[in-house]
Nanobody, 127 residues
Framework: VQLVESGGATVQSGGSLRLSCSVS????????LGWFRQVPGKEREGVAA???????RYADSVKDRFTISQGKPKITMYLEMNNLKPEDTAMYYC??????????????????????WGQGTQVTVSS
C-alpha cells in the first residue's frame, strides 16, 4: 500500500490550498481515510476523515474551513483548506485504515487505527 500526498505550499493567511492523496495497492471496499498534521515537538493531530459510507469527520479547529472529499478513481482523497491561519502550519499526512469497516470510529483522530501513512506534504501559512 502506498499513499502519496501533494499540494503543500506556502500561502498567506486567509489563503486556500488543496491537498491530494493518491492511494495505491489498497483494495478495500470498506475503509476510513484520514488527514493528520504535525508540528515538530507537538503531538500529531487528526484533521479530517472520510469513510467508504460517505461520512466525514473534522477536528473542531478546522470545521467550516476545511473540506475532505474523495475523487475518482476512488481511493483518491482531497483536503480543501480555506481561510488558512498561521496555526494551520504543519506537515500534513494522509492515512488509511486496514480496511473492513465502512465508517470512521469515534477514536479516529488519535491515529492508532490507521495502518498506512504517506510521507507528508508541508503547509506553511504566513501572517
Amino acid at each position: 500500500v502506498q499513499l502519496v500526498e501533494s499540494g503543500g505550499a506556502t500561502v498567506q493567511s486567509g489563503g486556500s490550498l488543496r491537498l491530494s492523496c493518491s492511494v495505491s495497492g489498497y483494495n478495500h471496499r470498506n475503509y476510513c481515510l484520514g488527514w493528520f498534521r504535525q508540528v515538530p515537538g507537538k503531538e500529531r493531530e487528526g484533521v479530517a476523515a472520510i469513510a467508504s459510507d460517505g461520512s466525514s469527520r473534522y477536528a473542531d479547529s478546522v470545521k467550516d474551513r476545511f473540506t475532505i472529499s474523495q475523487g475518482k478513481p476512488k481511493i483518491t482523497m482531497y483536503l480543501e483548506m480555506n481561510n488558512l491561519k498561521p496555526e494551520d502550519t504543519a506537515m500534513y499526512y494522509c492515512a488509511a485504515d486496514p480496511g473492513g469497516i465502512d465508517y470512521c470510529t469515534d477514536s479516529w483522530s488519535g491515529g492508532s487505527e490507521f495502518a498506512y501513512w504517506g510521507q507528508g506534504t508541508q503547509v506553511t501559512v504566513s501572517s
